[in-house]
């Protein structure tokens, strides 16, 4: 079945090391793409968003993300991570016009843990 | 701004009854969506709407209706709950043209318990 992959279940890093986490998916043509983070109790909020242009898209709070359509991944960084980022983040996929269009479907998401 | 509003915040059902969790958007979206979410599952699609009078299933509809007569109206309704509905659901909307097309609005979820 098309879907979407987040291969990371958990992570845990200590503050100031490096974070990327990883998005796949398996449709293809042309796809919109989404990180969501939500913090404890929290609902979702957009952190970054790629619809077309320079792969390598900027977010809030330091977040980036680079496309790369050949992988069909769309991975999700941060050169330095604080405590307040532990929160679950999730990756989504607009599939294409006419293949479940105009759905938004979600990775299942990945719990960073950051230890001060 | 109210944004999305769900009610109610919390819910405790017995096996067998119904309910209605309320959605509604004051933001003039055409698409609107209902997720549930469980722990190590994600965000599973349950129902969505393109436009009053238009609804679609998503990846998990079984045991869940849905209507949209208005643009910012989509309740979701648990036709007979069964425990395997115990989750916390979330209603979603968005634009769907426009340069913040794409971006999806969250209402602050309902846990739901089935008994």
């Known amino acids: 079945a098309q879907s979407v992959s987040q291969h990371n279940h958990h992570v845990i890093l200590s503050e100031a090391a490096s974070l990327e986490l990883g998005c796949n998916y398996s449709?293809?043509?042309?796809?919109?793409l989404f990180w969501y983070v939500q913090y404890p109790g929290q609902h979702l909020q957009l952190l970054l968003k790629y619809f077309s242009g320079d792969p390598l898209v900027k977010g809030i709070k330091g977040f980036e993300a680079e496309f790369i359509k050949s992988k069909f991944s769309f991975n999700l960084r941060k050169p330095s991570v604080q405590w307040s980022d532990t929160a679950e983040y999730f990756c989504a996929v607009i599939p294409p016009v006419g293949n479940q269009g105009g759905k938004l479907i979600f990775g299942q998401g990945t719990e960073l843990s950051v230890k001060p | 701004n109210a944004g999305v509003t769900q009610t109610p915040k919390f819910q405790v059902l017995k096996t067998g009854q119904s309910m209605t969790l309320q959605c509604a958007q004051d933001?003039?979206?055409?698409?609107m969506s209902w997720y549930r979410q469980d722990p190590g599952m994600g965000l599973r699609l349950i129902h969505y709407s393109v436009g009053a009078g238009i609804t679609d299933q998503g990846e998990v509809p079984n045991g869940y209706n849905v209507s949209r007569s208005t643009t910012e109206d989509f309740p979701l309704r648990l036709l007979s709950a069964a425990p395997s509905q115990t989750s916390v659901y979330f209603c979603?909307?968005?634009?769907?043209?426009?340069?913040?097309?794409?971006?999806?609005?969250f209402g602050e979820g309902s846990r739901l318990t089935v008994l």
């Open positions: 449709y293809g043509g042309t796809v919109n």
């Open positions: 933001m003039n979206h055409e698409y």
């Open positions: 979603a909307s968005r634009q769907t043209t426009g340069a913040a097309s794409g971006e999806l609005f």
